[in-house]
Each structure stands twice: as C-alpha cells, then as structure tokens.
C-alpha cells in the first residue's frame, strides 16, 4: 500500500473559523511533510516531522499550527486564515527525511477556500 | 541558490504525438531528479527516479534522460493519450537531506 489519504478533500472557512486537515499513511514511513500549492505553480513546503518531531519550519505563520499525534497521521490546523491562504494543501511522507534517495509519496491533497 | 527551470511553460499536442519536456538544474551536491506527473487538483505521482549514473529510464511510454554533465534532463512522452494531459514537475534532490526542490512544471494538454 503506497497511499497516503487526506481529509477533507475540499473545505471552504471562513477568517474567523477553526479548521484542521489531516494525513494518514500506514507504508511505515518516519518523515511526513505539508506542502501549499497555488495554481500553476509548484508545491512549497511548509512544515516536515521526522520521527514524530517537528523537523524543519519553513517561516510558516503561526496561524498554521501542525500536530503528529502518531507516525501514522499528520494534522494541520489552522486558524483566523487570510483568503490568501485558498490553495491546495498537499501532504506527503517518505521512509526517512534524512535520506535523499528515499522517494516522496503524496496525497491527493485538500483544496482550501478561505472566505 | 539550488533551481530547477523547465520549458516549455505549456505546450498543446495532438493525440497520438509525442512530445519532449526539458529540465535544467543548479541543485548541489546532486542525488537524484525525479518526474512527477500531476492531474488538476491531484497530489503529484512519480514517473522516474534518476540518479548521479543513470542516463535513461522508462516507464510505460514515459522516458527520462539525465545528463549529470550538463545538469540537464528530459521526459519524452510517446503516443500520447488524452489522460496524459497534466502538469508534469520536475524535482530535483540535493544529497543532504530530503528537501526537494521543485521545477515550475510543464503543463501538456492532448487534444483528440
């Protein structure tokens, strides 16, 4: 089984709303990542766990909080979003953040819609 | 600073076609580049994998070459069909860590 799921598949809130997205991945994989992607351009990274641990925090507003309860799921919740914040939010995980041979694996993705 | 640039920006071919898509990086030190092909509002799914020694690789009728020389690679779709109608995402892995850098993507659209 190589997927990774993501909930909800779309989601509109609105500023004031408090939502959260979530991952799930059962290959055994210790890195998980959250990727925002806006239209025609490609995913940019956003938060990486490694070992259930925050990892790497690319200067992401705190308005997007991020939570690995487990090695299997990966949440990300947000809070008084912008609607510069409307992309699709792609979640991927991989064997080891560490090791750079090990391929990305990433969901289908939750399309947001800040109101 | 590591980039990964791709041309054409989109391109329109007709079914049955084939058609080549380039990538041109500055990822150092370099571990692999990889093809990812994404739908509209998909995740992207991996084509290829390539590292430092591999020239070519195939994948049903998707070909990849890198030219680690040139810091050059090329995804080659042949026969197209109408599901191959995508953006497709060049990635390139640098050798520490697993921290991707991302092309901006070729978008192909096949017409019947």
């Known amino acids: 089984d190589t997927e990774v799921t993501q909930t909800p598949k779309h989601l509109v809130m609105g500023m004031t709303n408090k939502k959260s997205l979530k991952c799930e991945q059962h290959?055994?994989?210790?890195?998980m990542y959250w990727y925002k992607q806006k239209a025609k351009k490609p995913p940019e990274l956003m938060f990486v766990?490694?070992?259930?641990?925050?990892?790497i925090n690319e200067s992401v507003p705190s308005r997007f909080s991020p939570e690995c309860p487990n090695s299997s799921l990966l949440n990300l919740h947000l809070h008084a979003l912008q609607p510069e914040d409307s992309a699709l939010y792609l979640c991927a995980s991989s064997q080891d953040h560490g090791v750079s041979s090990y391929e990305q694996y990433f969901g289908p993705g939750t399309r947001l819609t800040v109101t | 600073k590591n980039q990964v640039e791709q041309s054409p920006q989109s391109l329109i071919i007709l079914e049955g076609k084939n058609c080549t898509l380039q990538?041109?990086?500055?990822?150092?030190?370099?571990?692999?580049l990889r093809w990812y092909k994404q739908d509209t509002g998909r995740g992207p799914v991996s084509l290829t994998i390539?590292?430092?020694?591999?020239n070519t690789k195939s994948n049903r009728r998707y070909t990849a070459t890198l030219d680690a020389d040139t810091k050059q690679s090329s995804l080659h779709i042949t026969a197209s069909q109408l599901s191959d109608s995508a953006s497709y995402i060049c990635?390139?892995?640098?050798?520490?860590?697993?921290?991707?850098?991302f092309g901006g993507g070729t978008r192909v659209l096949v017409k019947p």
């Open positions: 766990y490694s070992y259930e641990k925050l990892s």
């Open positions: 990538c041109n990086y500055t990822v150092s030190p370099f571990s692999n």
């Open positions: 290959m055994g994989h210790r890195a």
């Open positions: 990635v390139v892995s640098g050798a520490a860590g697993n921290k991707l850098t």
């Open positions: 390539m590292t430092f020694s591999e």
